[in-house]
């Protein structure tokens, strides 16, 4: 098996994930090597010269988070995992993992894992013994919990997929908790036991060359160990995404079902495990509805003083609202919560809507998306972005005939699910399903309105704005490395500064579809923008005109 986690091109780098750019790849709807309808590891090997050839081609991308490819029976898409040291059939064998870690590392890409230590799927050994009695060896091992005196559940907590968090199980005359669906038990981390056995897994995945874990739910791991109920939130509360407004959960606050001060032992005790392999890394998911500043300084708790983890991201840019003044306030609060800890950000995933349809980038606002991208690229900080964004993939209408995701069964019409934002990377135009496969009907539907080919051929495409962005950071310490100072916030328009010792840099972005005037602060700039970003900023003495979704990248 491959020994080459720790090293870049040979070169030792502990810190590596500081600089580094990672893209997440949803295996399912990557690229389908063997003409099955779903995408696999030998799919994602074939086309990993997309990513990074290791001779300066690709995109350039240093890291894959890869979501979950080990045995499930797929009820949340592989987020209910059934075996942790394994791959599901679908997506390939331990075989092609190890060949899958090897060109990578070939090509100086670094591999990181999507764990689902929260809970497991129904179908795990360890739940089907700790559900047969209250006696057995794993007993333990899941949230378990009397009925009250009436009968009635345990609290008021409910699941994330609806109904509630409270399952019912005969065999033990008890329920057993479950955030999510009652297809993925909580795994009880108040139990050695069974921390052991998550630490014994965070080992078996290390010692098959992975540079990274990211940690899906890190912040449920803990639960009020009292059971309290969750209380009712206010009738005026913050804005949610379309829809959420009609799980029941939004009408709570979950300070008892998750978000626990108790959750940072389990995280410190994760980060000793990490530590165990030199430059290994790991990324914590945060998604929490207790408020913008509650979920961001949640995110910069669990990353500081050296015994939390690597890094955190949360919700806070995948939301639907996107301005100056928002950004603004993301960023500064991070730099100023996050003390010694170091920023992750991400702009999309595969729970959220699409960027492209979320933020509205179409029209006058064409454009806007690029703009988002390089602020993502040159924020001080860790980027993720998650795959299709270099081909604008946008979020498709998903009718209720297509659904597969949970969520969207649930809930429809109001809540359609995860799937629009989950389709199969659109390869080639000019072939079956865009290239996903060889014509085999896919898990979801293969329609973006692009497609690589195009976007390759097509100077100002996403594509190739983000290809040159890559090159420009590494070239240039102070956009991954430097320090942060925000410079002013005008109208819509955001600027600041990344510094390096002599190096510094200058970034500007517009928000707004109209052009604005900026007053600089500094007379003399080379300018570094994307050379293929089609909206270009004029400079004239001190004044800047930024156009409209405009960025600038100026060195002083």
Known sequence: ???????IKGTLNEDWWKSAVIYQIYPRSFYDSNNDGIGDLKGVIE????????????LGIDAIWISPFFPSPQADFGYDVSEYCDIDSDYGTLEDFDRLVNEAHLRGVKIILDLVLNHSSDQHKWFQESRKNRINAKADWYVWADPKPDGALPNNWLAVFGGAAWTYEPQRKQYYLHNFLPEQPDLNWYNPEVREALADVVRFWMNLGVDGFRLDTANYYAHDRQLRDNPKRPAVSLPMEDGQEANPLSGYITKYSKDRPENLEFIHFLRNIFNEKASITSIAEIGSGSGLDTTLKLGTDYVKHGDGLHMAYTFAMLSKEMNAEYFDHVVRFTEEMIEDGWPCWSLSNHDCTRMITRFNCFAEREGF???????????RGTPIIYYGEEVDMEEYPISKDEVRDPQGIRFWPDIKGRDGCRLPFPWDSTA?????????????????????DQALAYPYSSYNVLREMLKIRKAHPALHSGHFREVLIEGECYVFERKLEKETLLIAANFSAEDHDINLPHKTLKDLTPKALMRRCTIKNDKMKLPGCGYFLGEI
């Open 47 to 58: 086309k990993l010269d997309h990513l990074n050839d290791g001779n300066g081609g690709g």
């Open 369 to 379: 998306q690029q703009m988002m991208l390089l602020l993502l690229l040159s924020l």
């Open 1 to 7: 098996m491959s020994n080459a986690g720790n090293y």
């Open 432 to 452: 079956p399903n865009q290239g996903f496969n060889s014509g085999a009907k896919p898990w979801l539907p293969a329609k973006n309105n692009l497609s690589l």
